[in-house]
Structures are given as C-alpha cells and as structure tokens.
C-alpha cells in the first residue's frame, strides 16, 4: 500500500520569506508525484508534478520540488512568498494499478502574512 | 477554470435520501475521476472511468455507484444517505487516465446530510 504523509498541518510565513512544505511517501513500486494547491472555495489546481528525468521539477506560481528517491521525499519550496500563495496545499502520489488515481495526504496550510 | 463543470455547486438533503451529483469533463478528456474530501477523511479517491468503463476503484461505499455516459459525462450516485456522507465531493478529468496525463479538478459538489 502506499501512504503520503505531509509533515506540518500549518506552516505560518511572512510575505516574501521562503517557505518550504514537507511531504513523504511510501512505496515499494514506482510511483508518481504531484503537488496540487486548493484556495478556498475552490477546486485543485496542479502545480508541479514528477513522472521520471531530472529530480528537480519546476512548477506554476515560481514553486520547485525534489524528488529525493533515497528519501522518499517530494518537498515543495518557494524561494519568496506572496500573500496570494495563502491555500492548502496537497502531496499526492499516483501509480499504475490503480489507475492512476491520485491518494493525497492530509494537506498543509500556508498562511502569508504581511 | 479547470474546464470540468459539476452540478449542483450546493446540496442540502435529509438522510436516507438519494442524490445525483454530475460532472462534465474538459472537451476531449476520456477519463474522469470522482474524489470525495471531509474533514474525517481529507481527499479520498472513489472511483474512475474511462471511456465508459470502470477503470479502478477506491474507498468507494456500496452505497454509491457511479457511471459514465456515452458522451462522457460522469453522474455519482449517494442513496440511503448518512450524516457523514456530508463532504465536498470533487469530479476529476484526464485526457486518457495515464500518469502523463494531468488530472483538471472541478469546483465540487458541496453535500449537506442533515
């Protein structure tokens, strides 16, 4: 079975503060990775994701994510944040044989503030 | 916006009754997703389907069901309803249900059991 665990339920940050979210996953099989982002009241937006090649993916809104595969990790950093960045913020991983279908964790809620 | 539509955005019923919550994917996606979020239980994965047929499901309960149509609209189907049926339930699509393909969220179903 797999299970992704997000590390910090809330991460509080001051505008353009870097800001890094944490996110593990368990897997004996390859999987694929993607972080998704939810403002309220509304649905997930992609923002990067992780199928294969270089480590370091680069995603919308100036976020990155490293796939550590030693680590089984999948962070998720911003080098400066905005205060519109405020929304939560999923880690999800994907495989196979299970069509593909996404199973998130619990989610991390990044609060910007001024 | 995602492309993926979902009606009805809100959903007040009693339990024991039956909805149909209904979802049309992005013009050209073959597979759609059905995710159901509560705060129990966070995003969990229900059910998928590809061009007609089921592909694969998750923690979906007996009670519901789902299908999807020729035109590849999607309806999920919640009977004999519960309290703790109340959750926002989110209607994914993808072009063809590979990891390559991105899954578009809709903005959900909002279900209120009371």
């Known amino acids: 079975a797999q299970s992704v665990t997000q590390l910090d339920s809330q991460v509080p940050v001051f505008e353009e503060a870097p800001v890094e979210l944490r996110c593990n996953y368990s897997?004996?099989?390859?999987?694929?990775l993607f972080w998704y982002v939810q403002y309220p009241n509304q649905g997930l937006q992609l923002l990067l994701k992780?199928?294969?090649?270089?480590?370091l993916v680069k995603g919308i809104n100036g976020f990155e994510a490293e796939f550590n595969k030693s680590q089984t990790s999948f962070h998720l950093r911003k080098p400066s944040v905005h205060i519109s960045d405020t929304a939560e913020y999923f880690c999800?991983?994907?495989?196979?044989?299970?069509?593909?279908?996404?199973?998130f964790g619990k989610g991390t809620s990044l609060l910007v503030t001024p | 916006d995602s492309g993926v539509t979902q009606t009805p955005k809100h959903l007040i019923t009693a339990t024991g009754q039956r909805v149909t919550l209904r979802c049309s994917p992005r013009?050209?996606?073959?597979?759609v997703y059905w995710y159901q979020q509560s705060l129990d239980q966070g995003l969990q994965f229900l059910i998928q389907?590809?061009?007609?047929?089921?592909?694969a499901k998750g923690n979906i309960l007996e009670r519901f069901s789902a299908q999807q149509f020729p035109d590849l609209h999607s309806e999920l189907n919640l009977s004999s309803l519960e309290l703790g049926d109340s959750a926002l339930y989110f209607c994914?699509?993808?072009?063809?249900?590979?990891?390559?393909?991105?899954?578009?969220f809709g903005p959900g179903t909002r279900l209120l059991v009371l």
């Open positions: 994914a699509s993808s072009v063809d249900g590979q990891a390559l393909g991105t899954q578009y």
């Open positions: 897997s004996s099989v390859s999987v694929y």
């Open positions: 992780y199928l294969s090649g270089s480590t």
């Open positions: 999800a991983v994907s495989r196979s044989n299970s069509g593909y279908a996404l199973n």
């Open positions: 013009s050209g996606d073959l597979s």
């Open positions: 389907y590809y061009n007609g047929e089921e592909r």
